[in-house]
């Protein structure tokens, strides 16, 4: 497992295999308004590791985080309305960043499989309707939005507890995206300024995240060019379909890896 201070030494066919995983993903965030982290954590773990995935994508995932809240009318008003949201999920990465510090890596692997499937099974076509969130308009935004924090914070994906939350309020598509995107860059925020302070993000990584950086802009732009032309439903499927697939791979990954350290050899 490659270590973070050899990042620059890694052969070209890994890189190569990370901007592969950071495009895709970026192109999928452009077309349905989220999911770069989603996407880009897990396949970069699949030949990496959680923390390694997440320190590798957290520039471009700032970035297009900040292009996703601004892009399209009525920001301002989403800002405005949903500012509380992004300061509960504020408290609640700072605390999974510790997590990402000091957590077994395996352990990491088995959260962000689990963290996918709930996505899944939370978003399916047979969903729980979450409307009744709705009554708790202090408690549900307190509650959902340290929930995915600390998971944005952790393992980089903070969907499924702000999906449910803003899910229920019944928001229209773009303010959701718009929230959704305020709510991730507040978390991813505070966990770089968390690995900062640390010493776990290094000036070398943010020079080495940076044409990564550039692909996933461009990716972006492809995806939202695309967004008028693509089929929801075959989309959606397809992205399920790999998002299970890279569920079951990492959380293989981490079984297997702790049996390999139980069983005598």
Do not use: E
Not at 4 to 10: E, K
Not at 95 to 108: C, I, N, P, S, Y
Not at 137 to 156: D, E, M, Q
Not at 188 to 203: C, E, H, M, V
């Amino acid at each position: 497992m490659p270590s973070l201070l050899l990042l620059g030494d890694w052969p070209d066919g890994m890189w190569y295999a990370i901007g592969a995983a950071a495009a895709f993903a970026a192109v999928v965030h452009g077309a349905i308004g989220f999911g770069f982290p989603l996407l880009s954590t897990p396949l970069v773990a699949l030949i990496t590791d959680v923390r390694t995935a997440v320190l590798t994508t957290l520039v471009p995932n700032l970035v297009l985080n900040l292009i996703s809240i601004v892009r399209g009318a009525g920001a301002a008003a989403t800002l405005r309305r949903h500012w509380p949201v992004a300061a509960y999920v504020l408290l609640g990465a700072v605390a999974g960043t510790r997590v990402l510090a000091m957590a077994d890596a395996r352990a990491l692997k088995l959260l962000l499989a689990a963290m996918i499937v709930s996505y899944l099974l939370l978003s399916g076509p047979r969903g729980v309707d979450w409307s009744r969130l709705q009554r708790f308009p202090r408690l549900a935004p307190l509650v959902f939005g340290c929930l995915g924090g600390f998971f944005s914070g952790a393992v980089n994906v903070a969907v499924p507890p702000l999906l449910i939350y803003f899910s229920a309020l019944q928001m229209a598509p773009l303010a959701m995206t718009q929230a959704l995107n305020l709510s991730f860059f507040v978390g991813r925020s505070a966990q770089a300024a968390s690995l900062l302070t640390s010493g776990q993000l290094s000036s070398a990584l943010l020079v080495l995240s940076l044409p990564l950086t550039l692909i996933s802009v461009l990716a972006l732009v492809a995806g939202f060019r695309i967004q008028p032309r693509i089929r929801a439903a075959t989309f959606a499927r397809v992205v399920r379909t790999m998002l299970w697939a890279m569920a079951a791979t990492l959380g293989g990954q981490a079984v297997l890896s702790y049996l390999s350290w139980i069983l005598p050899r």
